[in-house]
């Protein structure tokens, strides 16, 4: 394993980088303003006219009475618990009707007696197998040619 030697750093005096911070952090403030266009000058013209013009202010006196034909707000509230307490009353109400399975084998008993009598069952596998043998029998190829 080489060995480098160990080199010093050069000593900076701690005091050296302040001017140059110093510097940039002013240079940066005092950056120049380009002059303006004559756009922008016509607006800065408009919104100081705007900004200093004398307007009359709404007073306290300008807002309207509470209406009296509304309903109080404490009436607002009972109303809301009262929707609360229906709510709650149909979700009990309604617990028991919820969805089930519960009966199902007595269900499809029914169902069976009230649609009558079955159909036949019939096997698809006959018919499958005479497809079946007729296509083999088509698939055979003929006799070769006598010769």
Not at 24 to 32: E, I, N, R
Not at 39 to 60: C, D, I, L
Not at 116 to 142: H, I, L, M, W, Y
């Amino acid at each position: 394993m080489k060995h480098y030697p160990v080199q010093t750093p050069i000593p900076v005096p701690r005091l050296a980088p302040a001017p140059l911070a110093l510097a940039l952090l002013v240079g940066g403030c005092a950056s120049a303003l380009p002059p303006g266009t004559p756009e922008t000058a016509a607006a800065t013209a408009q919104v100081q006219a705007v900004a200093g013009a004398s307007r009359a202010y709404p007073r306290f006196t300008d807002i309207p009475d509470l209406p009296v034909d509304e309903r109080p707000l404490a009436a607002w509230g009972q109303a809301a618990g009262e929707v609360v307490a229906d709510g709650e009353a149909l979700a009990r109400d309604g617990a028991e009707a919820t969805w089930t399975l519960r009966g199902t084998d007595s269900f499809a008993a029914g169902a069976q007696r009230e649609s009558g009598p079955s159909a036949p069952v019939v096997s698809a596998t006959a018919g499958a197998d005479a497809f079946a043998r007729e296509v083999r029998k088509r698939a055979t190829p003929p006799p070769p040619p006598v010769r």
